[in-house]
């Protein structure tokens, strides 16, 4: 099985910067596309970027697209959202997660696998 550890996230001010990575066990990432996702209290688990398994194809949420950034470096086992210009409507846990679906990949039910989380908090 794959085990994913996220890290990276903390307290910023809003307009800072924070880098996420998640680290993923086993010897078949390159296997996997790789998503993000956050959820802030009260509210739903949210699409935020994925990854193609070659690292080739990305796609954004609405919300984040020009500001943040997902990348994954194959000979590490690691993904990586790069997050600019953060707004406090960016607050919530972010997690990562591994899928073999091609297609779908807003939807957290095509992930097979996810992370514990790492929050991240934007104050204003």
């Known amino acids: 099985q794959v085990q994913l550890v996220e890290s990276g996230g903390g307290l910023v001010q809003a307009g800072g910067s924070l880098r996420l990575s998640c680290v993923a066990s086993g010897r078949t990432f390159s296997s996997y596309a790789m998503g993000w996702f956050r959820q802030a209290p009260g509210k739903e688990r949210e699409f935020v970027a994925a990854?193609?398994?070659?690292?080739?194809?990305?796609y954004y949420a609405d919300s984040v697209k020009g500001r943040f950034t997902i990348s994954r470096d194959n000979a590490k086992n690691t993904v990586y959202l790069q997050m600019n210009s953060l707004k406090p409507e960016d607050t919530a846990v972010y997690y990562c997660a591994a899928t073999t679906v091609l297609r779908g990949w807003v939807l957290g039910t095509a992930y097979d696998y996810w992370g514990q989380g790492t929050p991240v908090t934007v104050s204003s």
């Open positions: 990854i193609s398994r070659s690292g080739g194809i990305t």
